[in-house]
């Protein structure tokens, strides 16, 4: 789109000076979605846009429902394109029914009120197309959803207003632009930003974004420069809407990816785990050089690792940053940034010691979304999405409680730390004396990202990690929250991401014990006397 927008275009030109306010599937917070019902009521309530979406019944009419089936809503597990009108017609009663979108447009009708008609099928697409030149009557309609039905809708009707999905953080090229001529941009808020917003409005388009239901949001968008916004919530939408810029410009950008490039990074970070662990077992270290002294390594893998994850990020996902163990990089407020670690465990991999990792991290700011860590010698991919869960090889990964019976102390268990560097840590003497007079056993095996993940993966029951850097233990942070571990700071606060100090993952059960030692073990370094 940047190409293809004039410089000397004023993008502040198209800005209305109120924002059109969109009712989601109309006004659900006083109705069931997608009913004559919701739509008489966003109309009432003043929404300038009532989005609906539109599925085809076996017989060829064109319905208001948004899922495939009619399951979640209606009770029956079969799809629109299974029933005929007169099955569809029968459930529910009153204005609460499936309703035909012919009835929808002719409420719509002498209104200053648009229909959006949201479309996530491309067969969709020619159906409605004819339904609303039957059925229009002067009612506003605009079009939005699936590219290749925008494409289809554009083909068959010249005159269409139509929404361009656009849910990346770069910019639509020109060549789209130019063919499907749309009046509005629409995208997942997520991905808005004011390149966008200037960008759109250059080219002739305005901007709107979906589906905004929380009131940070909903200001932040508005201070960014959106047309319009869809949302849940048209009374609360209506409201600050109407409370002006100067209520707009303090709100935060939302920490959070749309859904589409949440699907793509979790894709990408997964593809990019076993391409590394394959790579890492195969290729050739070449020469073994030193950075800050003789126990740092880094070899030829380490870097091609690296520059393969950073070109493939910037190919799949623009607008994403990189943040590496080798190349360095710096993260940007509000921009989602991965941190990878190419090979985690460099000295063992120079040293002929099948124990390294592929640490693959993305956050926004402070807010950890996507995580993977590559188990090279074992080809394993462990993966977590923020608030998915966690897994293993696409086999959910859980801590289950232990049985009542089993002794809940660290005696008879497996602990693990690391060195910090290739010196141990203040106060680590400590720690392995109070872990060996509860006979339980320590293990320290050269990669960061692997002893945090244990507990998780079932390899012991606790890790601690004096210095936490998002760049190595990020990733396996994650994963052990998503399982189900526990993780706590040095101040014994649960967290993916300390503030500061080190970090201590472990199974529920053994987390307070083990920090209690940790503890004990950092304050004996803090009274060792100074010796001049």
């Given at each position: 789109?940047?190409?293809?927008?004039?410089?000397?275009?004023?993008?502040?030109?198209?800005?209305?000076?109120?924002?059109?306010?969109?009712?989601?599937?109309?006004?659900?917070?006083?109705?069931?979605?997608?009913?004559?019902?919701?739509?008489?009521?966003?109309?009432?309530?003043?929404?300038?846009?009532?989005?609906?979406?539109?599925?085809?019944?076996?017989?060829?009419?064109?319905?208001?429902?948004?899922?495939?089936?009619?399951?979640?809503?209606?009770?029956?597990?079969?799809?629109?394109?299974?029933?005929?009108?007169?099955?569809?017609?029968?459930?529910?009663?009153?204005?609460?029914?499936?309703?035909?979108?012919?009835?929808?447009?002719?409420?719509?009708?002498?209104?200053?009120?648009?229909?959006?008609?949201?479309?996530?099928?491309?067969?969709?697409?020619?159906?409605?197309?004819?339904?609303?030149?039957e059925a229009a009557h002067g009612a506003s309609v605009a079009w939005?959803?699936?590219?290749?039905?925008?494409k289809i809708v554009r083909s068959l009707d010249a005159d269409a207003?139509?929404?361009?999905?656009?849910?990346?953080?770069?910019?639509?090229?020109?060549?789209?632009?130019?063919?499907?001529?749309?009046?509005?941009?629409?995208?997942?808020?997520?991905?808005?930003?004011?390149?966008?917003?200037?960008?759109?409005?250059?080219?002739?388009?305005?901007?709107?974004?979906?589906?905004?239901?929380?009131?940070?949001?909903?200001r932040w968008v508005l201070a960014v420069g959106a047309d319009a916004?869809?949302?849940?919530?048209?009374?609360?939408?209506?409201?600050?809407?109407?409370?002006?810029?100067?209520?707009?410009?303090?709100?935060?950008?939302?920490?959070?990816?749309?859904?589409?490039?949440?699907?793509?990074?979790?894709?990408?970070?997964?593809?990019?785990?076993?391409?590394?662990?394959?790579?890492?077992?195969?290729?050739?270290?070449?020469?073994?050089?030193?950075?800050?002294?003789?126990?740092?390594?880094?070899?030829?893998?380490?870097?091609?690792?690296?520059?393969?994850?950073?070109?493939?990020?910037?190919?799949?996902?623009?607008?994403?940053?990189?943040?590496?163990?080798?190349?360095?990089?710096?993260?940007?407020?509000?921009?989602?940034?991965?941190?990878?670690?190419?090979?985690?465990?460099?000295?063992?991999?120079?040293?002929?010691?099948?124990?390294?990792?592929?640490?693959?991290?993305?956050?926004?700011?402070?807010?950890?979304?996507?995580?993977?860590?590559?188990?090279?010698?074992?080809?394993?991919?462990?993966?977590?999405?923020?608030?998915?869960?966690?897994?293993?090889?696409?086999?959910?990964?859980?801590?289950?409680?232990?049985?009542?019976?089993?002794?809940?102390?660290?005696?008879?268990?497996?602990?693990?730390?690391?060195?910090?560097?290739?010196?141990?840590?203040?106060?680590?003497?400590?720690?392995?004396?109070?872990?060996?007079?509860?006979?339980?056993?320590?293990?320290?095996?050269?990669?960061?990202?692997?002893?945090?993940?244990?507990?998780?993966?079932?390899?012991?029951?606790?890790?601690?990690?004096?210095?936490?850097?998002?760049?190595?233990?990020?990733?396996?942070?994650?994963?052990?929250?998503?399982?189900?571990?526990?993780?706590?700071?040095?101040?014994?606060?649960?967290?993916?991401?300390?503030?500061?100090?080190?970090?201590?993952?472990?199974?529920?059960?053994?987390?307070?014990?083990?920090?209690?030692?940790?503890?004990?073990?950092?304050?004996?370094?803090?009274?060792?006397?100074?010796?001049?």
């Amino acid at each position: 789109m940047s190409a293809a927008a004039p410089q000397a275009a004023q993008p502040s030109a198209l800005r209305r000076t109120a924002p059109q306010l969109s009712a989601h599937r109309g006004d659900v917070e006083r109705h069931r979605e997608n009913t004559l019902a919701a739509v008489r009521s966003a109309i009432e309530a003043g929404a300038d846009i009532v989005e609906i979406d539109v599925r085809v019944t076996r017989d060829g009419r064109v319905v208001l429902l948004h899922d495939p089936t009619l399951d979640r809503l209606w009770g029956l597990d079969r799809r629109a394109s299974e029933l005929d009108w007169a099955d569809i017609a029968a459930l529910g009663d009153g204005e609460n029914q499936i309703p035909l979108l012919a009835d929808a447009l002719a409420l719509v009708a002498g209104t200053p009120s648009t229909l959006l008609i949201d479309m996530d099928d491309p067969e969709c697409a020619a159906p409605t197309v004819a339904a609303v030149r039957e059925a229009a009557h002067g009612a506003s309609v605009a079009w939005c959803g699936n590219l290749e039905a925008m494409k289809i809708v554009r083909s068959l009707d010249a005159d269409a207003s139509v929404w361009l999905p656009w849910n990346r953080r770069d910019l639509p090229p020109r060549e789209l632009i130019a063919s499907l001529r749309p009046d509005v941009v629409n995208s997942e808020y997520p991905v808005l930003s004011r390149a966008l917003v200037d960008a759109a409005h250059a080219a002739g388009a305005r901007v709107a974004c979906w589906t905004v239901d929380d009131e940070d949001a909903i200001r932040w968008v508005l201070a960014v420069g959106a047309d319009a916004v869809t949302t849940n919530r048209l009374s609360m939408l209506r409201r600050i809407a109407a409370e002006g810029p100067a209520s707009w410009d303090q709100a935060p950008r939302p920490a959070r990816l749309a859904s589409d490039e949440l699907a793509a990074a979790a894709a990408v970070a997964h593809e990019l785990a076993r391409w590394a662990n394959a790579f890492t077992r195969s290729a050739d270290l070449g020469r073994v050089r030193t950075k800050a002294n003789a126990a740092d390594h880094v070899t030829a893998v380490d870097l091609a690792v690296e520059q393969h994850v950073r070109q493939i990020i910037a190919e799949r996902l623009p607008g994403h940053t990189v943040v590496g163990e080798e190349m360095g990089g710096l993260a940007q407020p509000g921009v989602p940034c991965w941190y990878v670690d190419p090979v985690d465990g460099t000295s063992n991999l120079a040293n002929g010691v099948p124990w390294t990792a592929f640490s693959l991290a993305l956050a926004i700011d402070r807010e950890p979304l996507v995580a993977v860590v590559g188990d090279v010698w074992r080809g394993q991919v462990f993966a977590a999405v923020a608030g998915l869960g966690a897994e293993v090889d696409g086999h959910r990964l859980e801590l289950q409680p232990p049985p009542e019976t089993t002794d809940a102390t660290l005696a008879g268990k497996i602990v693990s730390t690391e060195l910090q560097g290739h010196s141990s840590w203040p106060g680590m003497e400590t720690f392995l004396d109070r872990l060996r007079e509860r006979f339980c056993t320590v293990r320290i095996m050269g990669s960061g990202a692997l002893a945090l993940m244990g507990p998780a993966a079932g390899r012991g029951v606790g890790t601690v990690i004096e210095r936490f850097s998002p760049i190595d233990h990020l990733a396996a942070a994650l994963i052990v929250r998503e399982a189900g571990g526990v993780l706590l700071d040095d101040d014994g606060d649960e967290t993916v991401w300390p503030e500061y100090g080190g970090v201590l993952a472990a199974r529920r059960e053994h987390a307070s014990e083990l920090y209690a030692l940790w503890a004990i073990a950092r304050r004996s370094a803090r009274e060792v006397p100074h010796v001049v």
